[in-house]
């Protein structure tokens, strides 16, 4: 039996990939969405996303992204399960491989995103989801009227900071200098917030186990190496995100982050390969600049397939 050559086969069904998905199939392409899990990647874990237009009271994040793929479906667009372990994108039909398929197209787009950076430091991973969390807005509510520490100074930590604080007792944001990386509209509302307590030139030193679950945490002062341990139930951890780009085993240019090197025309090193959403090089990753990207990779995917 001959195999199937897509037009176009997507790697990742979060919001760009399902954008790119929408527009190659109602323009006619045959389209495959290979994803991981289930659509929506990192937005899915959001529960109300606000800065998407056309929602004027927010939409959950989970739902959203089941209504992309649905939209995508509509126009035909198929989608198959599995994590991608490996690619071949040189040559007029690449291929993209699961453990247990391989795919053909004529043309790729990498949509894999970024998944939230670990701080590398004991229990992190052993007390995920019983009090380490790299989700606010998923995870926050569990925490009313408890005491939580959020780790970062970027725009993740701080937003995540004020959202906690109008949940929980306190917050304290600690973070490894002293001065926050987050644009500068968020710093008046944290700094009036009366339960948010900064930390300020502090690493995680250690994570504390009480019953199975986050009982403290202890912070180092980089300046002078003091220790402070600091009463909490729960750790936020918003210290950046990295891209899922280990898999293309630097067949793709890639930058030191590890992001795939792309500019607006989401076009990457190779012919007939496009890079879209957090995954690449770009300013802002946001929903809506990661479904931007699904349309113009199209754009010139198909101009690319004549
Ligand atoms: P980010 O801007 O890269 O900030 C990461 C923060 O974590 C920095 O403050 C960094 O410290 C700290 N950090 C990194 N590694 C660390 C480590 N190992 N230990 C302790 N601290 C560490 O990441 P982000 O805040 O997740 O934001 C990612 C992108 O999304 C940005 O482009 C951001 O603007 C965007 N975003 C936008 C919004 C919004 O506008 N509504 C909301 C969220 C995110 P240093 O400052 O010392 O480097």
Request: hydrophobic share 40%.
């Amino acid at each position: 039996m001959e195999e199937r050559i897509y037009d176009i086969i997507i790697i990742g069904g979060g919001p760009a990939g399902y954008s790119a998905a929408l527009y190659a199939a109602r323009a006619g392409l045959d389209t495959l969405v290979v994803e991981r899990m289930s659509a929506g990647g990192q937005m899915a874990l959001t529960d109300i996303i606000d800065n998407y237009p056309g929602f004027e009271n927010g939409v959950d994040g989970f739902e959203l992204g089941m209504k992309m793929q649905q939209g995508a479906q509509r126009f035909g667009a198929k989608t198959e399960y599995g994590e991608v372990v490996g690619v071949d994108l040189e040559g007029a039909v690449k291929s993209v491989s699961t453990a247990s398929k391989t795919f053909y197209g004529r043309t790729v787009v990498i949509a894999t995103g970024a998944n939230p950076r670990e701080l590398g430091v004991e229990n992190e991973s052993k007390l995920l989801g019983r009090g380490v969390h790299y989700c606010a807005h998923c995870d926050g509510r569990f925490y009313k009227d408890k005491t939580v520490i959020v780790v970062g100074g970027g725009n993740s930590a701080v937003s995540d900071a004020l959202y906690l604080s109008r949940i929980v007792k306190k917050v304290y944001l600690v973070h490894r200098r002293d001065a926050l990386r987050a644009t500068r509209i968020y710093h008046e509302p944290l700094m009036k917030a009366e339960n948010v307590e900064f930390v300020w030139n502090s690493r995680v030193a250690e994570i504390h186990e009480s019953n199975g679950r986050v009982g403290g945490v202890t912070v180092l002062d980089v300046n002078d190496g003091n220790k402070r341990l600091i009463d909490c139930d729960g750790l936020f951890i918003s210290i950046g995100r990295q891209p899922v780009t280990a898999f293309l085993r630097d067949s793709v240019k890639l930058d030191a982050q590890g992001y795939i090197v792309a500019d607006e025309t989401t076009k990457t090193n190779i012919d007939g390969v496009y890079a879209v959403g957090d995954v690449r090089t770009k300013v802002l990753r946001q929903v809506v600049t990661a479904v931007s990207d699904g349309a113009v990779a199209v754009h010139y995917a198909e101009e690319y397939l004549g």
